[in-house]
């Protein structure tokens, strides 16, 4: 079975970085898409970013745009987010997701497997 695992959130001020890591588990990682999504206190969970089973193709919410970059090391069953430049409204817990295709969207519903979350705090 697919378990993927975020590590890598935390305290930051305003303006710091971080990056999110998931580690996945399973011979699918490879051929999936995969995608980071977060969900802060009373909000839905919204997208932030997914890759292509390759990694060579992204994409983004407008809000992190320029400031998130997702990357993948399949040889490691690994997909990053790096985060720059962090806004408090950026505070959520992110969760990592696989997608059943090689191919992302960005709707939770199109995604088949997810970690437990790990949660970012930006601080003004």
């Known amino acids: 079975q697919v378990q993927l695992v975020e590590s890598g959130g935390g305290l930051v001020q305003a303006g710091g970085s971080l990056r999110l890591s998931c580690v996945a588990s399973?011979?699918?990682?490879?051929?999936?898409?995969m995608g980071w999504f977060r969900q802060a206190p009373g909000k839905e969970r919204e997208f932030v970013a997914a890759?292509?089973?390759?990694?060579?193709?992204?994409y983004y919410a407008d809000s992190v745009k320029g400031r998130f970059t997702i990357s993948r090391n399949n040889a490691k069953n690994t997909v990053y987010l790096q985060m720059n430049s962090l806004k408090p409204e950026d505070t959520a817990v992110y969760f990592c997701?696989?997608?059943?295709?090689?191919?992302?969207?960005?709707?939770?519903?199109?995604?088949?497997?997810w970690g437990q979350g790990t949660q970012v705090t930006v601080s003004s």
């Open positions: 997701a696989q997608h059943p295709t090689t191919v992302p969207g960005t709707s939770p519903r199109e995604y088949q497997h």
């Open positions: 399973g011979r699918t990682f490879s051929l999936s898409g």
């Open positions: 890759c292509t089973w390759s990694g060579d193709s992204t």
